[in-house]
Each structure stands twice: as structure tokens, then as C-alpha cells.
């Protein structure tokens, strides 16, 4: 008879993730692992798999999560104010956010640099995540050209490139970068793109 688990597989894998986020895949061991999860090694590999499987479930969670933290807020800015600047300049002001729960950047960021030059499935993954990504701010500059708030004569493929290369940027910068001033400026200096 199979045994009940005696945790809940999300929570266990959000604190995977936090800890891959901190170190990396290389750096985390397995028996890190186990006990920053509260899990014994077993249940680790009999739910999750071995740690390359874990780190891609760790990864999935974390687009799923960064997705619902973009594309939500969006939707509600677009429909309170109907402006699309001002939802492109709240992507990149989340960007700069930093929640006390999870670790300073970005864990997609960190994979892209440590693991996409080696490892097709989280290279392929981060790659799907940064396409959504690109596909809302495409979608938004669209709304935007089409209510005349943005010159048509702007490529809104071009644009949803350069926007995405922003966020990416600035959940780098706000690793080692505490001033906000300078964050807001470098915001603004994107924003200019519009004029």
C-alpha cells in the first residue's frame, strides 16, 4: 500500500526554487536540498524526480508565477486606464520589485546564465517564458497603436524585443543596485523610446 505524503508538494518545491535561485544549480546539493525542503531524500526523488528534474519543475513554478505576477496587474492597469505606456511602465517598474520571500533578480535570468548553454530543456523554458513575455508587451503596444496613444510608425515587434531586453536588464541590475532613483531614471530613459 502506498504511503500518503506527509507535505505539500508545493510548498516543498517553492522552497527548491528559492534555494536553486540563491545558488544555482551547481552550487546546491542535494542534501541542501533535503533540508532546506523538510523532506527525507526518498520523497525528494520518488515526487521530484533526480535534482536536474526538480530544478526544471522548480523552473516551470516560477514562469507560472512570474507570468501571473505580470500579466494580472496589466490587465487591471489596461482597463482602469487604458493606457498602454502606462502598463509597459509598470512591467518594468515590477521588474525592479523585490518581494522579502524570494531571493534579489531573477531566476530565469539566473538559468539563462548558468544552464542555457548546456541544457536544452531550461534553455527552451526560458525561452518560452521571455516569448510570453514579449507576447504581452506586443499585444499592449498593438492596443496602444490601435487607440492612437502610440505612433504607428513604431515596429511593435521591434518594441516588444527592446522591452523585454529592458526588464531582463533591470532584474539584473536590481541585484547589486539599491538606488532607486537611479532605477526610476533608467525607466524613464526606456520610456523615452515612445517620444
Given at each position: 500500500m502506498a504511503r500518503t505524503k506527509e507535505?505539500?508538494?508545493?510548498?516543498?518545491l517553492l522552497k527548491a526554487m528559492r534555494l536553486f535561485w540563491e545558488q544555482g544549480y551547481e552550487k546546491t546539493s542535494i542534501q541542501e536540498l533535503v533540508s532546506h525542503m523538510g523532506i527525507h531524500k526518498g520523497s525528494l526523488y520518488?515526487?521530484?524526480g533526480d535534482k536536474q528534474s526538480l530544478y526544471v519543475k522548480a523552473l516551470k513554478r516560477y514562469i507560472e508565477m512570474f507570468e501571473?505576477?505580470?500579466?494580472?496587474?496589466?490587465k487591471r492597469r489596461m482597463a482602469d486606464t487604458r493606457s498602454a505606456k502606462e502598463a509597459i511602465r509598470m512591467m518594468l517598474e515590477i521588474a525592479v520589485q523585490q518581494k522579502e520571500e524570494f531571493p534579489d533578480g531573477c531566476f530565469m535570468v539566473n538559468t539563462a546564465v548558468e544552464?542555457?548553454?548546456?541544457?536544452?530543456?531550461?534553455?527552451?523554458?526560458?525561452k518560452l517564458g521571455w516569448?510570453?513575455?514579449e507576447q504581452l508587451i506586443y499585444d499592449i503596444i498593438v492596443e496602444g497603436q490601435q487607440s492612437g496613444e502610440i505612433s504607428k510608425a513604431l515596429n511593435p515587434e521591434w518594441l516588444s524585443h527592446y522591452f523585454n531586453n529592458?526588464?531582463?536588464?533591470?532584474?539584473?541590475?536590481?541585484?547589486?543596485?539599491?538606488?532607486?532613483?537611479?532605477?526610476?531614471?533608467?525607466?524613464?530613459?526606456?520610456?523615452?523610446?515612445?517620444e
Open positions: 507535505f505539500d508538494e508545493d510548498v516543498v520518488d515526487t521530484f501571473q505576477s505580470i500579466r494580472l496587474p496589466i544552464l542555457a548553454k548546456h541544457d536544452s530543456v531550461c534553455r527552451d523554458l526560458v516569448a510570453t513575455v529592458a526588464i531582463i536588464g533591470l532584474r539584473v541590475m536590481v541585484k547589486t543596485i539599491t538606488d532607486s532613483e537611479k532605477l526610476r531614471q533608467i525607466i524613464n530613459m526606456n520610456m523615452s523610446v515612445f
